[in-house]
Structure formats: structure tokens, C-alpha cells
């Protein structure tokens, strides 16, 4: 059996750390790319590559190398296939990563550019499509990185961050396009700074990837849109994809939902970044929730709402006068040279209440004969 | 005397009054790289000073340029003084006429530009404001040799640029009343005004200007509807460089070499335990840039050999993926980039930016996390610093000691 003492012992003895210590950059990533020949006719091809091709069919292209930093570079740009990062967002496969799709259908002319500081320079490559692609969207990467961050970094202690961008590849395979969006989910959640965060989750279920611009309204409970945030991101093909808006408190409070508006190119015809053909928008609300106002607002409610009570019970004492008016009192026909006070002393009851009562006005003169509403003699 | 009245009607009416407004914000638009924002002329018949003022006042670390010219006496020379805090780019004058081309990088401030002149003669000044350009040292290169002449084609002059990424901006003044109507080599028409009341005695003022990506020497010849003695310029300055990238700076924006961001420590222990760290500190942000055309971006972290690194001594290993048993069961990494701040450089926003969402690395099922996404709506010619990103991994249960290490790599990909 072991002893406490020796467990202490041991703990003692391997006071050693287990744990990552550190996070280390190795090298600045400060070269970058650019497509070499963008199409005129669709804008998108500035910052991506976009191609239909046939199976077994192929195109050559250039990517533009750049290096911005003060130093001379080797560059190294390599092929890799897309991989979805966590919440459906565009992501590239590592280079050590198989190369299963688009990766394997880029050919570089080269890996390696040596650039001086400014430079730029074309490198050409080639795709190609294998006979047996399926028709619909494949998507890949051109990574671009120095080149001493192309090999995994020796071993440190902690983490080794290297750094590398990419530019996404998209070749579109003819055949049976679909196109088709869905809005799975949208769930409002408060957040510690009191704000509201509003996710919402889609779902493509179609074999080409969508540009969707997604709107996001947060919507009080008459319909008045309060706040809204948007933004246009794509969605790959058979995947789900999650954003996640921050929204201020609704300052004066009450009881709100989100709406989400999903819109893209519902057209077959149109390719990735043409408008051709027409728009198709789905929406989901989320449930209610309510929010509680905070600020001066909240003082300004709760004074209307101190307002609103002193004025209800207000209305109920002069509902149950009245009630009592009508109900209990007695028809009273004024005698010669009585006044208010007098018929008031007489039946036990403030002048003031025989007023509001009978809707006297000043200067309270009555009349001989005058018919007056009085409670009865018993409450003397 | 009676006069109360019913308080409950009072206060009927007076809740009746409470109106509640609701504003949107508009989405701004995103600007192309090496933009011109805003420009302006104005001309005066006999000064000493002309002045001409922004329509609105001009953002921080955006750059100005400021052309004032005048149409001489042909007897004095005048000699033209900047605007203040402006920095002459090129200044040349004689009898005839007097140009000067004046720069500087706003502070945010600027919206009434002027410059002074040694002598009271017609004048004219234009000024520009132009996003994506360089902050520091904007000056790229100028025209070395003067550009004068009587035709009805008034040039620039040729100048020659170190800097792939550059704004050409070419300008003249001309003894003439007339009309620039184009500017060749692809440069486009930004001003063409005259000035004087005398029709035989006006000047005609024109400014271009011409983004190029590579080095060389450039020039560019304006048509003109009438021939005059014009003098003509050309200057260089350097745009952003067209990148899209992430990187690791310090607190003054420089690329930290080796940058760390600090985990707890822990011993060795028989049970299960998390130790969490920071990506991104006040002493090293993870910088976000993009000058690039395109606005739409992810910046996502996956580990750099793969689903199959393992974090290791060298000896000993154990996972940042496998989320069996709560993490606990071979190790997990999660990373909570909603916990950290996107901080936007001056006079950019956050605007069409998320952040991404809490995830735990798993082998097969998510091998790349989110760090922020850039929407179609988010502005460009901008950076983005990222602290405050949450780490934390599951260290596994009797874990050997030593030193592990992770290699991972943040990617910066145009979609």
C-alpha cells in the first residue's frame, strides 16, 4: 500500500512542468499573392482562382508572388486541398497533409521564388482535372510561405507558430449543379458585458459553394428592428457554416428575437462571383427572449412604472367611490338655506365628497330643491 | 377651492408620450487599395495665398498631396511655400510659371489646405486625399529633369520608381485658357480648372494620377485644348503593399521574432488537468493584414504537421485532438478566439469582422479553428490586431515531465 507520505514524495520529486510553456513565432510571413490574369467579366478572380473545367480537361494559370518585407525572400508556394476550419469557415490543408482533390490537380512550374525586397514575380502552374471528377464544386489552396517555415519547426519549448496565407482555388466541375441553402438554427445568448450574441447556422446542401450574405435583425415585439449586422461569407458545398453577431443590450429592455436572412444566387447558370440569374433569401427567427433595461433607461422605466401603479390604485378608489355613489347612496332634495357644509356635516361626510360626487362646482351654491346623491343615515 | 382634476387621465396622456427612436448604422463601403478619397481646387486672380478645403476632414494616416501653381508675370519668379506640416515632394519655378507638389500623411485633422506665394499672381492649388498608401516615408521617387514646353500636349516628365507599388501623380500648369481633356498611358483625370478673368491672361491647372505594381519609368502627356507655356510634374509614392498575411507584432507594430505567450504551469499530476495560455498580448498582438482588393478573409490556426502532430518532448508525447473523455483521456486543445478583442487600426473599424467561436481541436473532425473571419462588408487597406485569445489544453493524466512543444500555423486565406 502506498503511504501518503511517499505520494508526497513523488509529487514532490516530480515537480517538473508538463506543460506547454511558451507560444513562439519563427518567421514573419510578410509575402503574399495574388491571382497573375484575373477575368475582366467576374471581380471575384482578383483575390481567388475560379475555373469550369471538364473531367480530364486542364488550364494554366499564374499566381503573383510578392514580398513585401525589406529583406530578400525564398518563397515557397505549394498546392494543398481546402479543409473546413471550425465553423464551416475556408480553411487549407497543412503540406503535410495528402493531397486528395484540387491539391493534386495543380501543377507548380515552381516551389521555390527567391524575390528582393518589392519584388514580384509570376509563377505558372497548371490545373487539371482527372477523368473521374463528380460534377460540382472541389476547392484547394495555393499556400504561399518563406520558405524556412515550409519544413516543421525544430522542437521548442511550447508552442512554434509559423505563419503562411493562401489563396482558395475553386474549379467547377459541368454537370448537375444544385444549389440550395437552408438556416438551421439561430440562438440569441446573453454575454457578460450584457450584450447579446446571436448565432446562426447554415446549411448547404447543394455541390457548388454559395456567397451568402447573411443579415442578422434584432427585432423587438412589435416588429421594429432595434439592430442588425450583416456580412457576405461563402459557404462550401455540403457543409454547414456558423457566424456568431455581438449586439449592444437593448438599452430600454422588453422582449426581442432574431431574425436571420440568408441570400445568395440561387441560379444553376451562375458561377462563383457572377450575378447572373436571380436571388433566393431564407429566414429564421429565433425564440423570444426577453431583456432587461439597463441604464438611465431603466430608471426612466421604472418611474413609469412606479407612475403606473400609483395611478391604478388611484383608478380603484375612485372606481369603488363611484360604485359606492351609485349603489348606496340616496336621492337628497336641498331644503331652503341649507349649504354644502351643512347637508355634509348632516350626513357624516366631507363637503369635498358630496362635490365630486353630485359634480358641484365653486362656488358650491345650492339650490332649493336642488337633487343631490348623499350617503345614507346609517353611515352617521 | 376645488380644482383637482383626475390624475389617472394625467397620466394616460403623459405615457402616451413616450416614443422610443431606433437607429441603424450604415455599412460603409469597402475602398479599392491606393484610392483616391476626396479632392478639391480653387484659384485666386492675384494673391499671395490660395487656399482650398476638403469636403470632409481627412483620416488619419491617409495620404495628401497638395499641387499649387501659379501663372508668373514672366518678369519675377514666384516662389510657392507649402502647406503647413506638408513636406515638398518637387518645387520649380521661374518667370513664366511656378509648380510645386507638396505631401504629407494625415493626422486626421486636415480639411483646409493653403500655400503661400512670394509674389501676388494668379494661382491655383488642388489637393487630394488618397487611402492605402504607405505611412512612413510615402515619397517614392520624382521627375529629375524639368518638363516645359508651348504645345498643345503638356507632359509630366518621366519618373522612375524603386517601389513595385506605386501612385504615379502627374500634374501641370499651363499659360492657357483651355481644357485638359485626357491624360494617356492609363492615367486618369482627376482635376481641370483655370482661373483668371482676363481670358487671355488665364492659367489652366490639371492634375492624374495611375497605380502600377511594378517598378519602372513612367510618364504621361495630357491633351490640351490650346497651346500656352506649361511646365510639367510627376511624382512616385508608395502604396500598402498588396498583401494579405498574419503576423506576430510588439506594442509599436514591429515583427517580434520570437514571440511567446505564456501557458500555466503544472505538475506532474495523477489526475487529469487543463493548463491555459493567451495568443495575443499587449506585447504581442497577432496582426491581421490586408491591402488587398478583397475583403473577404479567414485567418484559421491548425496544427502545422497535422491531425497527426502530437505535442512532445522529444520523447514523450500526447495529443492536442483527441476529445475523448472530456479531452482528458489523451489530451485535447481548445481555443476561444470569442474571448479576445479585434482592435482595428486608426481610422479603420470592425466592421463585417467575427470573431470565431470556442472549438476544441479533433482529429478528423475539426483540424483547423477559426480565429476571425472578414466579410464582404469589411473595409480593406486595414489592419486588425488580435489579443486575448484563450488557449487551453487537457493534459492528460500521469503525463511524464518535460518540455512539450506544438508546432501550429496560422493561415491567412483570400475567400
Not at chain 1, 441604464?295 to 372606481?319: C, N, Q, S, T
Not at chain 2, 485633422?109 to 501676388?120: G, K
Not at chain 2, 500656352?228 to 510634374?233: I, K, S, V
Not at chain 2, 491555459?276 to 497577432?286: D, H, I, N, P, S
Request: with cysteine; net charge positive.
Amino acid at each position: 500500500m502506498r503511504k501518503p507520505s511517499l505520494v508526497a514524495s513523488l509529487v514532490a520529486l516530480l515537480m517538473l512542468l508538463v506543460a506547454p510553456t511558451n507560444v513562439s513565432a519563427v518567421e514573419y510571413g510578410g509575402v503574399g499573392g495574388a491571382p497573375a490574369h484575373p477575368q475582366a467579366s467576374n471581380p471575384r478572380t482578383k483575390s481567388i482562382f475560379i475555373y469550369t473545367l471538364k473531367p480530364g480537361q486542364s488550364t494554366t494559370d499564374g499566381i503573383k508572388l510578392y514580398n513585401n518585407t525589406e529583406k530578400q525572400r525564398t518563397i515557397a508556394v505549394y498546392a494543398v486541398d481546402s479543409i473546413l476550419a471550425s465553423g464551416g469557415a475556408f480553411s487549407c490543408a497543412q503540406a503535410a497533409d495528402p493531397k486528395l482533390d484540387v491539391g493534386s490537380w495543380l501543377q507548380l512550374d515552381s516551389t521555390q521564388v527567391t524575390l528582393e525586397p518589392g519584388a514580384n514575380k509570376i509563377v505558372p502552374f497548371t490545373v487539371m482535372t482527372p477523368s473521374t471528377a463528380s460534377a460540382g464544386e472541389h476547392d484547394g489552396c495555393i499556400a504561399i510561405q518563406d520558405a524556412s517555415m515550409t519544413e516543421t519547426p525544430s522542437s521548442q519549448n511550447g508552442v512554434t507558430l509559423g505563419f503562411r496565407s493562401a489563396i482558395r482555388v475553386v474549379v467547377t466541375i459541368p454537370g448537375k449543379i444544385v444549389k440550395q441553402l437552408s438556416l438551421t438554427s439561430v440562438n440569441v445568448a446573453g454575454q457578460k458585458d450584457g450584450g447579446y450574441k446571436v448565432t446562426s447556422v447554415a446549411r448547404n446542401n447543394g455541390n457548388v459553394s454559395l456567397d451568402t450574405n447573411v443579415q442578422v435583425k434584432l427585432v423587438g415585439l412589435f416588429g421594429n428592428t432595434v439592430a442588425q449586422n450583416e456580412g457576405t461569407y461563402p459557404i462550401l458545398a455540403r457543409s454547414s457554416a456558423q457566424w456568431s453577431f455581438d449586439f449592444k443590450n437593448p438599452s430600454w429592455g422588453g422582449w426581442y428575437h432574431a431574425t436571420t436572412t440568408a441570400t445568395y444566387n440561387s441560379d444553376p447558370a451562375s458561377g462563383l462571383g457572377e450575378s447572373k440569374g436571380g436571388k433566393r433569401a431564407v429566414e429564421l427567427n429565433s425564440a423570444v427572449v426577453f431583456v432587461a433595461p439597463s441604464g438611465i433607461p431603466a430608471i426612466i422605466e421604472l418611474a413609469i412604472l412606479l407612475l403606473l401603479i400609483f395611478a391604478l390604485v388611484i383608478a380603484v378608489i375612485k372606481w369603488r367611490q363611484n360604485r359606492d355613489v351609485k349603489h348606496h347612496w340616496r336621492d337628497y332634495t336641498v331644503k331652503d338655506h341649507e349649504t354644502l357644509n351643512h347637508i355634509a356635516h348632516a350626513h357624516n361626510v366631507s363637503w369635498k365628497s358630496v362635490a365630486k360626487a353630485n359634480k358641484l362646482k365653486p362656488p358650491y351654491h345650492l339650490e332649493k330643491g336642488q337633487k343631490l346623491r348623499l350617503p345614507p343615515k346609517s353611515e352617521k | 377651492m376645488i380644482t383637482r382634476q383626475s390624475l389617472g387621465s394625467r397620466l394616460g396622456v403623459g405615457l402616451l408620450m413616450l416614443v422610443l427612436i431606433f437607429s441603424i448604422a450604415p455599412t460603409p463601403r469597402a475602398a479599392a487599395v491606393a484610392q483616391m478619397i476626396q479632392t478639391k481646387s480653387a484659384t485666386t486672380d492675384g494673391g499671395t495665398s490660395v487656399s482650398a478645403t476638403f469636403t470632409a476632414v481627412a483620416k488619419t494616416n491617409h495620404l495628401l498631396i497638395a499641387v499649387c501653381a501659379s501663372r508668373n508675370n514672366g518678369l519675377t519668379t514666384t516662389n510657392i511655400t507649402g502647406p503647413s506640416g506638408f513636406t515638398s515632394a518637387k518645387s520649380e519655378a521661374n518667370a513664366t510659371s511656378s509648380e510645386a507638389i507638396f505631401y504629407k500623411v494625415s493626422v486626421g485633422t486636415e480639411q483646409a489646405i493653403s500655400c503661400t506665394l512670394s509674389t501676388s499672381v494668379r494661382c491655383g492649388i488642388h489637393i487630394y486625399e488618397y487611402s492605402g498608401m504607405a505611412t512612413t516615408s510615402p515619397l517614392d521617387a520624382v521627375n529629375t529633369t524639368t518638363s516645359t514646353g508651348t504645345s498643345i500636349s503638356p507632359a509630366s516628365g518621366s519618373v522612375t520608381t524603386t517601389n513595385a507599388n506605386d501612385l504615379l501623380f502627374a500634374t501641370i500648369v499651363t499659360n492657357a485658357n483651355t481644357s485638359i481633356s485626357a491624360w494617356n498611358s492609363s492615367f486618369t483625370l482627376r482635376n481641370n480648372f483655370v482661373n483668371g478673368s482676363t481670358t487671355t491672361s488665364r492659367a489652366t491647372y490639371s492634375g492624374a494620377d495611375r497605380a502600377v505594381s511594378a517598378t519602372g519609368t513612367y510618364s504621361s502627356v495630357a491633351t490640351a485644348g490650346a497651346s500656352g507655356a506649361w511646365r510639367g510634374q510627376i511624382a512616385a509614392f508608395k502604396a500598402l503593399p498588396i498583401t494579405l498575411s498574419s503576423d506576430v507584432v510588439d506594442g509599436s507594430g514591429v515583427s517580434v521574432a520570437s514571440p511567446s505567450a505564456g501557458m500555466t504551469s503544472a505538475s506532474s499530476s495523477f489526475s487529469c488537468q487543463a493548463v491555459t495560455g493567451t495568443l495575443g498580448t499587449a506585447t504581442q498582438k497577432v496582426r491581421i493584414n490586408n491591402t488587398t482588393s478583397n475583403p473577404a478573409w479567414t485567418v484559421s490556426i491548425a496544427a502545422t504537421s497535422g491531425p497527426s502532430a502530437l505535442w512532445t518532448t522529444g520523447s514523450t508525447t500526447y495529443d492536442f485532438n483527441d476529445p475523448s473523455g472530456s479531452g482528458c483521456t489523451n489530451g485535447q486543445l481548445t481555443i476561444d478566439p470569442s474571448a479576445g478583442t479585434l482592435t482595428p487600426a486608426a481610422g479603420c473599424a470592425n466592421t463585417g469582422l467575427t470573431l470565431g467561436s470556442s472549438a476544441g481541436f479533433s482529429s478528423g473532425v475539426t483540424d483547423s479553428i477559426t480565429l476571425a473571419t472578414g466579410s464582404a462588408s469589411a473595409t480593406i487597406n486595414c489592419y486588425w490586431d488580435l489579443t486575448g485569445v484563450s488557449l487551453s489544453q487537457q493534459v492528460p493524466a500521469e503525463r511524464a515531465a518535460g518540455a512539450y512543444s506544438l508546432n501550429l500555423t496560422i493561415t491567412t486565406t483570400a475567400n
